[in-house]
């Protein structure tokens, strides 16, 4: 050592000092060292296992979809399968002059529309009667329709039915015959009389250039189409065409309608615009009809399971706990439509908003100003905020996280988590304590929505303090102490105002997950946007 002019040698005791403090200074470098390789080590195996989890429910995503459209094409061919079978049916009905069978079989596809979906509205019931039109204008393998079966069976009631409900009387069939033809030929004075007045044409020739008359069957067949008005036959066709007109023009307006309504899925009881923009947000809307259902289904199986949980602990009978279970049992089950619903309606959403991205190359969570990340990169996104573009961009943070890998991450994480679909975790005193928590040592404060509850957080928040949503949002409640607002005289030392330190408030946030592919607009332009992408399959 060099006191002044003077070099003075350190003591024994000043040399074991130094020795030992770096000792200690190379031990305690050590242990940090070991404790960060450990963080780093296991962060590495949850992001591996993470990726492998995410990987597994892409491949049961992608074999779930494999199966719905297996299923689908089964449908379609036990649909078209079951289409022939009614056809098969009706012609047979229509030879044999069995009206019941005829009118049962118009039953049923009228059925078959109810459970498309068709309702009891105009629409439904245009759809209605165009499917029995379809159904009664079929032919079989020659050409013949079922009046024309009728007609050849010389089953008037069955050909008036027919007519009645719109069958065509004059159409052609195998070699150019019209019913009436084949009734006259048959020799039915009964069908030809009834084909006559329903508006069959007995000028009609058929391919071999002969008319009903010329093959008609019997002097008194001859004489009925011999001395037919045909002034009353021209004007029944006038009406005929007029009304053929008319299902044309109701059948081109199904058509579209149909077609707009099977945008993106089929069979889901919706019609739509023909602009793209206006069939995604109808789909929005019923996409948040279906999230609505299913927040109030989560709400009343949280209900049900509480009343049964009252009813164990006050030791009633068991007969009433098995209601009590049963009734926890029903509410599932109605939990578990509400899912399936809110699935399909996303499927569909994220359909029509993928095809509307392509056609104006535009992205909801880019165009707010959002970012993508991969699982592994959440804790440089999300926690560190490498780059500061959370910072920068000056909201909170928004996970977009279908997968809910992000969740699984969060959990591992020091956060305050709140789960929004859990009524305990939104109580006002619940949430308040968990944000002056998360204040006080710095920390995120994660709020997980499976459905978009954003509407009701921010209710609970208003409970808590008149205002505090707001000042929440802008990060108001970091300034000026107000935060301190929400403490309460009974939360003891702990919340006291010296226990807040502002290096640790400055390291507070707000994270919103959602598991909704296509968040709402108003969480798109509350928050700040990240959508978690998972990792490529690796085959």
């Known amino acids: 050592m060099e006191f002044g002019n003077v070099d003075v040698e350190p003591s024994c005791g000043e040399l074991a000092t130094l020795t030992i403090q770096c000792a200690m200074r190379q031990l305690l470098a050590r242990r940090a060292l070991a404790k960060r390789q450990k963080e780093k080590h296991t962060y590495q195996e949850l992001m591996e296992r993470l990726e492998k989890e995410a990987f597994v429910a892409m491949v049961r995503r992608e074999q779930e979809e494999a199966e719905r459209e297996r299923k689908k094409e089964e449908d379609e061919r036990k649909r078209k399968k079951e289409e022939l079978l009614l056809q098969r049916r009706l012609l047979e009905a229509a ?66 039915l027919l007519v009645q409900r719109g069958a065509d009387v004059n159409t052609k069939g195998a070699f150019g015959r019209t019913p009436l033809y084949r009734a006259a030929f048959g020799g039915h004075l009964g069908s030809v009389q009834t084909l006559l007045q329903l508006g069959a044409d007995p000028r009609i020739k058929a391919d071999d250039g002969c008319t009903p008359e010329q093959v008609a069957s019997g002097e008194a067949l001859v004489a009925a189409l011999r001395g037919w008005d045909l002034s009353v036959t021209d004007s029944m066709q006038t009406t005929m065409e ?53 927040q109030n289904s989560y709400i009343e199986l949280n209900k049900r399971i509480t009343e049964h949980d009252k009813c164990a602990r006050k030791g009633m009978e068991q007969a009433t706990l098995q209601v009590t279970l049963q009734v926890v049992y029903d509410a599932e089950d109605v939990l578990m439509k509400a899912q399936l619903k809110a699935q399909q309606a996303s499927e569909q959403l994220s359909l029509a908003k993928l095809t509307l991205r392509e056609q104006s190359g535009g992205d909801a969570v880019l165009e707010s100003g959002g970012v993508r990340c991969p699982v592994r990169d959440l804790d440089e996104v999300l926690i560190k905020d490498v780059g500061g573009k959370i910072k920068q961009d000056g909201r909170w943070p928004l996970l977009v996280d279908p997968s809910g890998q992000a969740a699984t991450f969060l959990r591992y994480r020091d956060t305050n988590y709140l789960d929004a679909m859990n009524p305990e975790n939104m109580q006002p005193d619940k949430l308040r304590l968990s944000l002056l928590g998360a204040i006080r040592f710095g920390k995120p404060c994660i709020n997980m929505m499976e459905v978009d509850l954003f509407e009701t957080v921010e209710n609970q928040l208003e409970q808590v303090k008149p205002g505090l949503s707001g000042q929440l949002m ?61 990792p490529e399959a690796k085959l």
């Open 95 to 160: 030879f044999d002059g069995e009206a019941e069978e005829a009118l049962a079989i118009l039953k049923e596809v009228s059925e078959r529309d109810t459970k498309r979906g068709f309702g009891f509205d105009e629409a439904g019931k245009r759809q209605w009667l165009l499917s029995q039109l379809h159904m009664i204008n079929i032919t079989d393998a020659n050409g013949n329709t079922a009046v024309s079966e009728a007609a050849g069976g010389g089953q008037p009631e069955v050909i008036t």
């Open 242 to 294: 007029a009304e053929k007109q008319r299902r044309l023009e109701e059948e081109k307006i199904q058509k579209e309608a149909e077609t707009d309504r099977d945008f993106g899925a089929k069979n889901n009881g919706l019609c739509f615009s023909p602009s793209l923009k206006g069939e995604v947000e109808l789909f929005q809307k019923e996409y948040e009809r279906c999230q609505r259902e299913l």
């Open 474 to 534: 802008k990060k108001e409640l970091l300034l000026e102490e107000r935060y301190l607002d929400l403490v309460r005289s009974s939360d003891g030392p702990q919340y006291s105002r010296t226990e807040f330190i502002i290096d640790r408030i400055d390291k507070f946030s707000l994270i919103m997950v959602t598991k909704q592919r296509h968040p709402s607009e108003n969480l798109l332009t509350t928050f700040y946007p990240i959508e978690v992408v998972l």
